[in-house]
């Protein structure tokens, strides 16, 4: 299938428009044309091959939503016309014991993921900074008419990044939630954080995020620069979400954490986390990270945005305003998500 988008040639180069194809649709496949795609700090990250081991060209893009144009001829959940999504993982082996625990991102053979990353059947895989995209029916989510579809791509990966740990570590009423970084992924953990019935504390390094994190279901807002304001929660974090996209100490969060408290990462800066073993056996505390969530638990994120109306804030950009909106996510400046908006994409191939 002939498709159209923006790639990056090398870590160095800006994104370009590039033509390319994907495989035509197999029985089990759905064809999306791609309206909205979110700009995730992962993006930034495997363009410039911060973690090693990019391959280019590189089509970023793993927060999409859009309209179903064609289905295989044994898909069941989805036809011509329905709006759909496609997040992180297009294949998982299916077999497994994480698989079949509905837990696919942690396949024992690998997950295949949205770009960067070959299918098992050795296709290169090209994401969502494009027109359209081919995905196996069990990858691909149904998005309710409801809600802002625009504002829906981003629950493709930030929504359910947070979602799922929130979910893991049982955060709710009578539980004191710390949210790290008021970024992409930090927005939607201290909505749902929020929406769950926890009492959330904001960690920001940003002054003019204040306001916002009020806004967003914050209780409280600390400053984490301010060695002041964070003494005044030592021990007394039930669970904390780690978003952070850049290295930073996490012995400061630890140390919040009262009896049996866990920190989860899902922030995936480029360096090794230094922890002091004296902050992890006070108060018998966990570090612990997460990755996405399962295919079943992100229908049922998204289903409960739909219920609740909750989506990520975003700013909609067009395709020629790529490499300022990396500059300004680098920088900490993007409130809450870049989404691209596909109709921009229209007239320049
Ligand atoms: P983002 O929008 O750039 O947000 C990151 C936030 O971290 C910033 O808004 C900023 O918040 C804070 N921050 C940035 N640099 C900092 C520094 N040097 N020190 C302290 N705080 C800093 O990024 P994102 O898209 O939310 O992604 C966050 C991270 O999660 C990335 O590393 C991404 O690769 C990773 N990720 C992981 C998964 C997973 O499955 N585990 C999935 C998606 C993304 P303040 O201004 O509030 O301080
Ligand atoms: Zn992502």
């Known amino acids: 299938m002939k498709s159209f988008g923006y790639a990056a040639e090398s870590k160095t180069s800006a994104l370009a428009p590039f033509h390319f194809e994907r495989r035509e649709l197999g029985p089990k496949d759905v064809a999306v044309a791609i309206d909205y795609c979110g700009i995730c700090h992962s993006d930034i990250h495997q363009v410039r091959d911060e973690w090693g081991g990019s391959v280019y060209p590189m089509v970023p893009g793993h927060e999409i939503a859009g309209r179903v144009t064609a289905v295989g001829s044994e898909v069941t959940k989805f036809k011509a016309g329905d709006l759909a999504g496609v997040g992180v993982t297009v294949e998982t082996c299916m077999v497994c014991e994480n698989c079949k625990a509905g837990a696919e991102p942690y396949c024992t053979k690998g997950m295949v993921g949205t770009y960067n990353a070959k299918s098992y059947e050795g296709e290169m895989m090209q994401g969502g900074y494009s027109d359209n995209i081919v995905a196996l029916e069990h990858y691909v989510y149904s998005i309710s008419p409801k809600l802002d579809l625009a504002a829906v791509a981003p629950l493709l990966c930030a929504g359910i990044t947070t979602y799922s740990p929130l ?4 955060v709710g009423p009578n539980k004191k939630v710390g949210v ?9 953990g201290l909505k749902f954080a929020h929406s769950f019935g926890a009492h959330v504390v904001q960690f920001t390094t940003s002054e003019s995020k204040i306001a916002d994190a009020k806004k967003l279901g914050a209780d409280e807002v600390v400053i984490s620069k301010d060695a002041d304001a964070m003494a005044k929660h030592k021990g007394s974090f039930d669970f904390i979400l780690d978003c952070v996209s850049a290295p930073h100490d996490i012995n400061a969060y630890l140390n919040l954490l009262r009896l049996d408290g866990a920190i989860c990462l899902v922030g995936l800066p480029d360096q090794p ?11 018998r505390r966990s570090l612990s990270g997460s990755m996405i969530g399962g295919m079943k ?11 609740k109306n909750i989506v990520s804030e975003i700013e909609l950009i067009g395709y020629d305003r790529i490499a300022e909106a990396y500059e300004r996510v680098v ?5 809450y998500r870049f989404v691209l908006d596909g109709k921009t994409l229209k007239g320049q191939g």
């Open 167 to 170: 979910r893991h570590w049982k």
């Open 180 to 188: 790290v970084g008021l970024g992409g992924l930090g927005h939607m």
């Open 273 to 283: 986390v230094a922890t002091s073993p004296f902050a992890l056996v006070t108060n």
């Open 297 to 307: 638990e992100t229908q049922e994120m998204l289903d409960y945005c739909a219920e």
């Open 331 to 335: 920088k900490g400046d993007v409130k």
